[in-house]
C-alpha cells in the first residue's frame, strides 16, 4: 500500500486566522456536559469517548492546519453501528448537541472538523464489508471503509472502485459520498451521482432512512439517495453504501506528453477522445510550474522528459487487449506527434514506470504543502476560459513573489488552481478572495468542482448558485434538520450579523 499523501503541514499563523471568517456560535445550540459524556460512555464503552485534549487533537483540526476547532472543549465519539449512530443523533438532538460527522478528514474546506465545541462523530471504526456480488460487481459497505482498502478488495474479485483519489490511503467511503468526491477517472466511470446506487444514512432526529438498494434500475418515486450525496454531512449521516464497481482493467497505459501551449493541449484532448475512445480512461493536465514543484521534491531527481515544456498532458487508457490498446495509443501518438500538437512524449514499459508517471501528477499536492502555505483554488470553468484564470492570477501574483501553479482534470474540466507563499500572507489573500470566484462565476463556472463549500465558501455559494436555489437547499435543511445540529456552520451561507472575524 503506498503511503497516504497527506503529511503534517505548518500550522495556520495567527495572521491567517484573523482572516477566517465562521458564523457566530448559533446560541440555540449547546454544549456538553458530563451527563452527556456519562451517556455516551453507556452507549459506546469508555474507549469509543474521547474528551481529552491529546486524545481529541487530530479530529479538531484538518491536515493542512488551516481549520480548526476554536474551543478546547472537545468530544469525539467512535460508533460501530448504524444503532450508534441513531442513538447518538436522537439523543443530540433532543439536547440541542450540534454534530460534525467525520470520515478520513482528509478535505480541503474545512468541511469535517467542528467550528467550535460541536462533537466529532468519527465513523472509522464502521468499516466492514456488507456484501460484494461478483456477478453485478456491487459492493455494499459501511461508511468507514478506507477507499484502497476497498480497492484492494474488490481487485480479489476482479473488480475496481470507480474512482481513484489522491489520499485513497486514509479517505473513506462515507466521506466520498457525502462530498461528492471526483477524481482521476470520472472522464471513465462517471460521478458518485451515477455510481451510488444506494444509501443508509441516519437522520438529525434519529431516524434511520434504509435506501440500501443494490438494484441498478429503480424509478419508484424520488430518488432520495442523490440528497445525502454531496450535502456534506448537512442532511443525514451516512453510514452504509451499495455502489456498482466496474471490471478492473487487464492491461494499461500511461503517456506522459508534453506541449508548447495550452491550444495544443486542447487539442491533444480531442484527439484522444475521438482516437482512444471505449479505452480512453483519464486526461490530466499540468503546467511546467506544477512539474517543477515535485522535482524539487527528493523523490525526484530528473525531468521525465529530456527538455522542459510549458505544459504536460497525463494520458491513461484501460481495456482488456494488449495488442489492441497499444494499437489504438501508438496510432494516437503517431497522430499527435506528426501534427505538432504534441512535441515529446513518453509512455511507460511497464506498471512501475506507470505508477511512477502518475505520480507526478498525485505529488503535486504534497510538495505544494512542504514548500509553506498554500491557497487552494478547486473550480470548474469552460475550457476556453480553463488556463486563463492561472495566467492572469499569475499576473497578479509576480509582485507580492507568490508562485502560481495550474493542474487538474482535463477530462471534466476541473482545474486546481494552487497559489504558495513561504508563510501566510494577509495581501495575497485579500487579492486572491473573492476575485477568483467572481471570475469563476463571470464565466458559468463552479465555485467547488469536487471539494465542496465546507466553511471556506458559503459565502460565494451565490456564484454559483441562484438565489431560488439557495433558498430551496435551506428549505430542505430545516426540513431535515429543524435544529441545524448537523455540521453546522457549512455549506449554506448565514445572514452577515451572524458572523464573526476569528
Not at 462515507?174 to 477517472?185: D, E, I, K, Q
Not at 501574483?397 to 497559489?419: K, Q, R, S, T, Y
Not at 495581501?427 to 467572481?438: G, I
Request: glycine share 8%; aromatic share 8%.
Amino acid at each position: 500500500m503506498r503511503p497516504t499523501l497527506f503529511r503534517p503541514a505548518r500550522a495556520l499563523t495567527r495572521a491567517a486566522a484573523r482572516v477566517l471568517s465562521v458564523p457566530a456560535r448559533n446560541a440555540a445550540h449547546a454544549s456538553w456536559v458530563d451527563a452527556d459524556k456519562t451517556y455516551f460512555q453507556q452507549l459506546l464503552c469508555p474507549e469509543n469517548v474521547l474528551t481529552a485534549a491529546d486524545d481529541t487533537a487530530a479530529f479538531t483540526v484538518d491536515w493542512l492546519k488551516k481549520y480548526r476547532a476554536q474551543s478546547s472543549h472537545q468530544m469525539v465519539l467512535k460508533p460501530k453501528t448504524t444503532a450508534h449512530v441513531a442513538a447518538i443523533l436522537k439523543y443530540c438532538n433532543d439536547r440541542n448537541l450540534p454534530v460534525v460527522p467525520q470520515g478520513g478528514n482528509t478535505g480541503l474546506v474545512g468541511g469535517s472538523v467542528p467550528v467550535y465545541d460541536e462533537i466529532v462523530l468519527s465513523m472509522a471504526s464502521m468499516n466492514n464489508v456488507i456484501a460484494f456480488d461478483s456477478v453485478s460487481g456491487i459492493l455494499t459497505c459501511e461508511a468507514g471503509c478506507i477507499l484502497e482498502n476497498l480497492d484492494n478488495y474488490v481487485a480479489t474479485h476482479g473488480y475496481m472502485m470507480p474512482l481513484d483519489l489522491g489520499a485513497k490511503g486514509t479517505c473513506q467511503i462515507g466521506g466520498n459520498v457525502a462530498t461528492n468526491a471526483g477524481g482521476l477517472r470520472l472522464l471513465r466511470y462517471g460521478s458518485l451521482h451515477g455510481t451510488v446506487l444506494g444509501i443508509e444514512a441516519v437522520l438529525a432526529d434519529g431516524t434511520v432512512f434504509d435506501g440500501l438498494s443494490t438494484m441498478r434500475k429503480d424509478n419508484t418515486g424520488y430518488d432520495l439517495k442523490q440528497l445525502f450525496i454531496g450535502s456534506e454531512g448537512t442532511l443525514g449521516v451516512v453510514t452504509k453504501v451499495s455502489i456498482l464497481t466496474p471490471p478492473r482493467s487487464s492491461c494499461k497505459n500511461v503517456a506522459l506528453l508534453a506541449c508548447n501551449d495550452f491550444e495544443a493541449c486542447q487539442k491533444a484532448f480531442v484527439e484522444a477522445k475521438k482516437k482512444l475512445g471505449e479505452v480512453l480512461s483519464a486526461v490530466e493536465l499540468m503546467d511546467r510550474q506544477s512539474l517543477d514543484m515535485v522535482l524539487s521534491q527528493q523523490d525526484w531527481t530528473k525531468d521525465p522528459l529530456d527538455t522542459p515544456s510549458p505544459f504536460y498532458v497525463l494520458i491513461e487508457t484501460s481495456g482488456s487487449n494488449t495488442d489492441h490498446d497499444m494499437e489504438k495509443l501508438e496510432a494516437y501518438l503517431e497522430d499527435v506527434m506528426g501534427s505538432g500538437v504534441v512535441v515529446n512524449g513518453t509512455v511507460a514499459q511497464d506498471e512501475a514506470q506507470a505508477q511512477k508517471l502518475f505520480m507526478l501528477r498525485e505529488d503535486i499536492t504534497m510538495a505544494l504543502t512542504s514548500r509553506g502555505y498554500v491557497y487552494k483554488y478547486d473550480i470548474s470553468l469552460p475550457m476556453d476560459q480553463y488556463y486563463q484564470i492561472v495566467q492572469e492570477v499569475r499576473g497578479m501574483m509576480a509582485p507580492l513573489g507568490a508562485e502560481v501553479v495550474g493542474f487538474g482534470h482535463m477530462g471534466d474540466c476541473n482545474l486546481h488552481l494552487n497559489i504558495s507563499t513561504p508563510a501566510y500572507d494577509e495581501k495575497v489573500f485579500h487579492a486572491l478572495e473573492p476575485f477568483v470566484f467572481e471570475w469563476t462565476s463571470k464565466y458559468r463556472g463552479s465555485i467547488s468542482s469536487e471539494h465542496g463549500i465546507g466553511t471556506h465558501k458559503p459565502s460565494y455559494l451565490h456564484l454559483s448558485k441562484s438565489d431560488d436555489s439557495i433558498r430551496l437547499m435551506r428549505r430542505m435543511k430545516n426540513m431535515m434538520d429543524p435544529k441545524g445540529i448537523l455540521n453546522p456552520y457549512k455549506v449554506l451561507p448565514v445572514s452577515e450579523e451572524n458572523s464573526a472575524v476569528l
